[in-house]
């Protein structure tokens, strides 16, 4: 089959990193039979200056048909004055939200040869291969009521954490799913101790587990013991799944458990389309780093690796990920380095594009 792809470079270093994964897309292509069938579009800063809007009915129409979206980053300097409609941050929030993309895939992978990297002892991240799976669209972010209002002479903040079994049982799916393409394990977070949305969360869960997924291993764990655990003993997890709130706070802890921005993928999906694979985009955690920029400095290695969370997730080509995220290791073991990954040791950084080749080599 051939996988739909349309790329979106956007701005500051997104076009840099995303000519990297161009040529990984090549090389698979003319090494390995995979047939893509890649688009190219504007969205951010650049969709603005051509177009007077960050992202085109026209694109973001593109980007609900492909089988994977791919995005580099969004903003820069040159745009942080224009009017809130037209920031280039809006064409971003515009693609999750009418794509629908409630489930925030974020890993953390930690490379042995970067483990020095991480603010933990090396023993307790090296090898560590994690995915924090995080409701996007609803939870305590979005519930009704909300507000700040005055009760006798003092003032009340309000947030309302609120759930609907659909929306908890639609992202426990994508856990399930996710984790039959890994090693089959999902630890679900919530606190049913202390919270109703907790109760329901942890009952829904299973009920997904139970009459759909019975074949994978679910346990379940109050987040605040997560959170100790995933800085104590981070690889006895494989998924773990949880609401938006504790997957904002865990998957940024989670993130410092690797090391550099340069090198942190992450996926978004929505609800399966008719040949039964979920809306996607893929793209680097890190933004268009405008003190870098034009310099060829940028790791391209976190959008490199998202495009493997793509050929793994979205596309089923999970040997073509292996592969891949097996070249970024073995790179990483001969010491190939771009500045942003360059130790107390010092040594000579590579460019954008000599991390590319390397690992194309
Ligand atoms: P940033 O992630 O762009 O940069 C933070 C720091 O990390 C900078 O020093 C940068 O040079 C470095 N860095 C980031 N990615 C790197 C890479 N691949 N290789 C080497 N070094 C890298 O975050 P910042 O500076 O807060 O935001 C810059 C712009 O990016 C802003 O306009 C912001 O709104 C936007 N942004 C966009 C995001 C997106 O498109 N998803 C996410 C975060 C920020
Ligand atoms: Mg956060």
Not at 3 to 21: C, N, Q, T
Not at 37 to 64: F, I, N, R
Not at 185 to 207: F, H, P, T, Y
Not at 329 to 335: C, I, T
Request: hydrophobic share 40%.
């Amino acid at each position: 089959a051939t996988h739909s792809l349309l790329i979106l470079p956007g701005d500051g270093i997104g076009p840099e990193v995303m000519a990297e994964v161009r040529r990984v897309i090549d090389w698979f292509a003319a090494n390995k039979g995979i047939a893509f069938d890649v688009s190219e579009d504007l969205v951010g800063g650049a969709a603005y200056d051509a177009h007077g809007t960050p992202l085109t009915d026209e694109t973001l129409a593109k980007a609900q048909e492909v089988d994977a979206v791919l995005l580099g980053a969004v903003g820069g300097p040159k745009y942080d004055n224009l009017d809130f409609s037209v920031k280039p941050e809006r064409g971003l929030l515009r693609l999750r939200k009418e794509m629908d993309l409630f489930s925030n895939l974020r890993p953390a992978q930690c490379f042995d040869a970067l483990a020095d990297f991480s603010s933990l002892k090396r023993d307790v991240v090296a090898g560590l291969d994690i995915v924090i799976v995080r409701e996007l669209t609803s939870g305590v972010y979005f519930g009704e009521p909300r507000g700040i209002h005055k009760e006798g002479n003092e003032r009340v903040g309000i947030n309302t954490q609120r759930y609907t079994e659909s929306e908890i049982a639609r992202v426990a799916r994508s856990a399930f799913e996710l984790a039959k393409k890994r090693s089959n394990k999902v630890c679900s977070m919530e606190k049913a101790n202390v919270m109703e949305s907790g109760i329901l969360w942890r009952d829904v869960v299973q009920e997904i587990h139970d009459t759909e997924y019975p074949e994978v291993e679910l346990t379940h764990m109050y987040a605040d013991n997560g959170a100790m655990q995933l800085v104590r003993a981070p690889k006895q997890f494989d998924v773990i799944v949880t609401d938006n709130l504790f997957g904002d706070v865990l998957s940024d802890c989670a993130a410092m458990l690797t090391g550099s921005l340069g090198m942190l993928p992450s996926a978004s999906l929505g609800l399966p389309m008719a040949n039964g694979k979920p809306k996607a985009m893929y793209e680097p955690v890190h933004g268009s780093a405008p003190d870098i920029a034009g310099q060829g400095k940028a790791n391209p290695i976190a959008c490199i690796l998202s495009f493997a969370m793509a050929l793994r997730y979205s596309f089923d080509e999970g040997e073509a990920a292996d592969l891949l995220e097996g070249a970024v290791e073995k790179v990483l073991a001969d010491g190939v380095r771009t500045a942003d990954l360059m130790g107390p040791e010092g040594g000579t950084p590579v460019s954008t594009t000599e991390m590319g080749d390397a690992i194309l080599a």
